[in-house]
């Protein structure tokens, strides 16, 4: 080995030092973002959470007659959690409209599988801390590339579409999945839409517009 080629191979040593703390920094940037947002959820009323659902059922059936879908047609949407926008309503809708309807189900390791959702009865805890899920047969990651709109979850969004999640990528993950001309839209409250661009990084996967109780819209960012 030449000196130019140990120059070199040492030389990455510090850059690689150096991304790992902008990935740690970034990180640290999004917990404190989540933990304000969370607080706020917290501190919302029973009576504005269940105001915000019925409006959210509202946007999303608004975004399914602007996308053309027809009954049969196959869309994925979130169980929500406590404090989250809730989803039950906006479920129920979307289904009675006659669409299949996809719902998240956590598998072993962290896999990402979808079960169809038949109605408020279907689902079940399967393990503390996570969201309710369908009791019938999970279905494989791949299956999300049949749905041509896609309901995701965040904390809050950015205007060029970045999402701030929970934490555990699984939405970053599980999109990969997803048609490419399919409509990602994800739900936030109101207060939620972010002027200022939310910390992100390489694998974080951009939505193509926002659900929030006032209204909806494309980004075109």
């Not at 406590?82 to 669409?99: K, Y």
């Not at 990402?112 to 899920?133: F, H, I, K, T, V």
């Not at 939405?171 to 739900?187: K, T």
Request: charged share 30%.
């Amino acid at each position: 080995m030449s000196g130019n080629e140990a120059f070199d191979g040492q030389s990455l040593a510090p850059q690689e030092t150096v991304r790992e703390l902008l990935i740690e920094q970034t990180e640290d940037r999004k917990d404190d973002l989540r933990s304000r947002y969370r607080s706020a959820r917290k501190a919302r009323s029973d009576k504005d959470a269940d105001l915000a659902a019925r409006a959210l059922a509202e946007r999303a059936m608004e975004v399914a007659r602007e996308d053309a879908l027809e009954p049969g047609d196959c869309v994925a949407c979130y169980v929500s959690r406590t404090h989250e926008p809730g989803t039950g309503l906006m479920l129920d809708s979307l289904r009675e409209a006659g669409f299949e309807v996809l719902v998240p189900v956590l598998g072993p390791g962290l896999d990402r599988g979808w079960a169809r959702y038949s109605g408020p009865d279907c689902l079940q805890q399967r393990a503390p801390g996570r969201p309710l899920e369908p009791s019938g047969d999970a279905l494989p990651a791949q299956e999300l590339a049949r749905a041509r709109l896609l309901i995701v979850p965040a904390l809050a969004v950015d205007p060029e579409g970045y999402r701030l999640g929970q934490g555990g990528g699984w939405y970053d993950r599980a999109l990969l999945h997803a048609d490419p001309g399919a409509d990602v839209m994800a739900v936030v409250f109101d207060e939620e839409v972010s002027t200022e661009p939310v910390p992100r990084l390489d694998h974080d996967v951009r939505v193509g517009g926002v659900i929030t109780p006032s209204g909806w819209w494309r980004i075109t960012a």
